[in-house]
């Protein structure tokens, strides 16, 4: 990996700084209340269509950087500013990959300037994967896609949950079993628009962390969309599906994988941001806060842990640059580079935010200072896009080449 450069240019610099000033004067100074009224924070999204930074040309744009490290340093300054609002702007983008990874390229151009609307009308999109009996196990999917000829229509019917956006989104894109029987390998993904007869919101979440998030269940009850709606259409779904049937593998299912690997970085690079925040608050606070007549940094087992804090944030972050730069330059993944870096910048989060308390003490765990909130917004991050349990499995498997239960 001699081409490896962590720096970034001039011109990444500059876009960092100015997702960091939006972080900094428009995210950070509502996040307290966000998170505690627990809704969508409208205003900050429409904030940031205005200026460009919620748009399909700034994610693009970053997404085309050939480095890779663009998109997640755009993560981690927005994190650092607050994690759920942040989800409520970039969780969009969860959707936008399920379309990018399976859809035409007809389809990519349909549904893409859908899913961020116009900046005077922003839009929100989803990506509907999760059953109440199909979390960690996506091929156990109750969902069921029919397709129903004679109208050239599917008809799908099932439960999503904890879906991001979920039922506020104006583009859901949903996965759904076609044959049940062949498991994640019989399941396709449709996209369904706001207002289409059936689609429901469910139950709304009351969460511990990342509370301006919008999470609940999409209810689909004889939900009817076109024949097109199919992403990838019918004729591919069907030659996928007969591969199936016959016991071969295709380049499909690991090219799903794959995808899903190449997204786990920017998830990473989300938790960093969250880490890095604690830890710069820490330090601040363990060189002001004055006890027995120093500073409290002036004791070994704060400053320490101060130390060990910073070690954990950068070492996630190359973890991070390094898996998003071999996905964005078509480095194979041998060691699953991506979940190692999820694994281990989401663990990093929830163990430097609350160390991060454990430093402010008494004003650590209450809401005058933002570290309990860090602490709450950080769990998700070894919950959510693969559990840390499911990211060792990924890893174990990747450097065994054995089927590890
Ligand atoms: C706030 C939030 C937002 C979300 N957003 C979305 C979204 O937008 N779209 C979407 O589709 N989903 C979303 N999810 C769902 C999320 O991806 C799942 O919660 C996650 O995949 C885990 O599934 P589960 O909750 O059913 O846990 P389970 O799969 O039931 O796991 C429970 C525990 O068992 C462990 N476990 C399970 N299987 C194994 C195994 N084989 N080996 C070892 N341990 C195992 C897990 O690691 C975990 O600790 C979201 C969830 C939350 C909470």
Redesign the pocket.
Known sequence: MSDLFLGLDEEQLQIRKWVHDFADRVVRPVAAEWDEREETPWPVIEEAARIGLYSLDFVTSCSADPTGLLMPAVMEEMCWGDAGITLAIF?TT?GVSGIVANGTPEQVGEWLPQCFGTPERPALA?????EPDA???VSSMRTRAVYDEAADEWVLNGT?T?????GIADIHVVVAAVDPALGSRGQASFVVPKGTAGLSQGQKFK?MG?RA?H?AEVVLDDVRVPGANLLGGKDRLDERLARAREGRRGQRSQAAMATFEASRPLVGAQAVGIARAAYEYALDYAEARKQFGRAIIENQAVAFKLADMKVAVDAARLLVWRAAWMARNSKPFEAAEGSQSKLFAGETAVRVTEEAIQILGGAGYVKDHPVERWHRDSK?YT????????QR?VIARAISGMHI?
């Open positions: 969780g969860l989803a990506f509907a994967v999760s979390g960690s196990d999503k904890w879906i991001t956006n979920g969460k990342i998030s999470t998700i919950i959510f896009e693969g559990t840390s349990e499911i499995l239960q």
